[in-house]
């Protein structure tokens, strides 16, 4: 039996769940091919048939207008026009309206498949692929079934190309330098948020180590503990990990909840810092053992909530 967008809160950590949608467009001889893509549920709200759209003037390149649901107003974005340059609009198409970053879109799709149940060590990273480019790809992972290969959606990347206002917020912080000879863990498949948060940490004073996925992160964690247990303190090589939720081969939940179960390293601060923190999901989080949790957007109150959190920390020693 399928599960259902609604049973999100009763998987397991490492449990994704994938919702599969296919688009249409030509390939370089003119014939028509489709390819399987997938959201993660977390961001789905609903899906829906295609609604009336009305157009706007000065509209960004592939938002085909706007649609009101339920008294919300949310763009229609042509996910075949950005990736493949192929306008993908009619009245059979379906529509995926998601949410992230506290933000509201609708993305025109061919068809919705199913819904899939994997685990994020069966999403592959798509950095293998020849001349892939992970700085300017829509791709964030390939899971890989029985006949066919289901393509993860960048969607964050691909709002943030259509509109860069929409994009992660870098405000300039007076605040003083506070991470002087402090480290962090830093985990994010995105190259482009990795520089951010890194960047944001570094004009904070602290030294930096960033990984791309969680399984990267966690064995230079346990390399730590090793040497811990060697003799030493902890705070001697790490005092902070901020971690992304979304990542192949292992997702921030997990990485978190690894982390919690190390006796050594129980008792390190985790930040997650993800555009999936919505008031539906923060229990995942909570249960994985996050200290804290942002989203995205808000880059700006990533070092207040780093400082809160070292506070913390310190009082509880």
């Known amino acids: 039996m399928q599960p259902t967008i609604g049973e999100i809160a009763e998987t ?14 030509p390939s370089p001889t003119g ?41 919300h107003i949310i763009p229609a974005v042509d996910l075949a026009f950005l990736l493949f340059d192929y306008s993908n609009v009619s009245a059979d198409r379906k529509m995926i309206v998601s949410e992230f970053n506290r933000m509201q879109f609708g993305f025109i799709v061919n068809e919705v498949a199913r819904i899939h149940r994997f685990e994020w060590s069966q999403v592959e990273s798509p950095d293998a692929i020849q ?60 190259p482009t948020i990795r520089k951010m948060v890194s960047h944001r ?17 966690l064995k230079a964690l346990e390399e730590i503990a090793a040497k811990v247990a060697k003799g030493g303190q902890l705070s001697e090589h790490v005092n902070l990990v901020v971690t992304d ?6 997702d921030g939940y997990t990485l978190t909840d690894r982390i919690r ?14 555009s999936l923190i919505s008031d539906d999901i923060l229990h995942k989080g909570k249960r994985a053992g996050a200290t804290a949790q942002l989203t995205k957007p808000q880059l700006s109150l990533l070092l207040d909530t780093v400082l809160a959190v070292l506070n913390s920390t310190k009082k509880a020693a």
């Open 12 to 25: 397991r950590l490492e449990d994704l769940e994938v919702i599969e949608f296919t688009l249409s467009y």
């Open 261 to 274: 179960k190390n006796p050594i390293l129980a008792n390190l601060p985790v930040i997650i810092f993800s």
């Open 131 to 190: 001349d892939f480019d992970p700085e300017n790809a829509s791709i964030i992972g390939i899971i890989k079934t029985e006949n066919r290969n289901i393509l993860m959606v960048d969607v964050e990347k691909i709002i943030a190309d259509v509109n860069p206002q929409l994009a992660i917020d870098d405000i300039k912080t007076d605040q003083k330098p506070f991470g002087a000879g402090l480290r962090v863990i830093t985990a994010d498949d995105s």
């Open 245 to 250: 939720v979304e990542m192949p081969q292992m």
């Open 201 to 217: 940490l570094k004009l904070a004073g602290f030294e930096i180590e960033a990984f791309r996925d969680g399984q990267e992160a």
């Open 31 to 71: 014939a028509m091919q489709t390819q399987s893509f997938g959201i993660n549920v977390a961001k789905v709200r609903e899906i829906i048939r295609m609604p009336n759209l009305t157009s706007l003037p000065n509209l960004p390149s592939g938002v085909r207008g706007i649609f009101n649901l339920r008294n």
